[in-house]
């Protein structure tokens, strides 16, 4: 059986001041998303709903990667994000997941994290 591709792990934390943040050391978390899950990497975006947020994830879905993106509610990550995947030529529904981590400690984002990439087929510990 053939190794399932990995996926991209962004994370956006709304300028870092938003309060829902306030429970989770994001660094940490981050690094144990990126150490310990089957991603093919992790990494912090300051404001994906920001213009270069928009170029930056037009940038990034011009390689086709599958792409777990937490951050706010899923349904404003839908609206903000549905153009950069069409332009893509991704699909929202199929080549993206969308977490709400906010107001969570790390502990309970990473569990969320993990049930997501297990109901994607993805073996985590």
Same mark, same amino acid.
């Given at each position: 059986?053939?190794?399932?591709?990995?996926? !991209?792990?962004?994370?956006?934390?709304?300028?870092?001041?938003?309060?829902?943040?306030?429970?989770?050391?994001?660094?940490?978390?981050?690094?144990?998303?990126?150490?310990?899950?089957?991603?093919?990497?992790?990494?912090?975006?300051?404001?994906?709903?920001?213009?270069?947020?928009?170029?930056?994830?037009?940038?990034?879905?011009?390689?086709?990667?599958?792409?777990?993106?937490?951050?706010?509610?899923?349904?404003?990550?839908?609206?903000?994000?549905?153009?950069?995947?069409?332009?893509? !030529?991704?699909?929202?529904?199929?080549?993206?997941?969308?977490?709400?981590?906010?107001?969570?400690?790390?502990?309970?984002?990473?569990?969320?994290?993990?049930?997501?990439?297990?109901?994607? !087929?993805?073996?985590?510990?």
């Amino acid at each position: 059986m053939a190794e399932q591709p990995k996926l !991209g792990f962004i994370m956006c934390v709304c300028t870092g001041k938003c309060p829902g943040f306030a429970a989770m050391d994001i660094w940490d978390f981050i690094n144990q998303v990126r150490v310990e899950l089957p991603v093919e990497y992790a990494f912090i975006h300051p404001q994906l709903c920001e213009e270069d947020g928009d170029r930056f994830l037009a940038d990034f879905l011009k390689s086709h990667r599958k792409v777990i993106i937490a951050a706010c509610a899923p349904n404003m990550q839908k609206k903000m994000f549905k153009q950069a995947f069409a332009d893509a !030529g991704m699909s929202l529904e199929t080549d993206a997941v969308m977490l709400d981590i906010r107001d969570m400690t790390n502990e309970q984002a990473i569990e969320k994290v993990k049930n997501a990439l297990t109901q994607l !087929g993805y073996e985590v510990d």
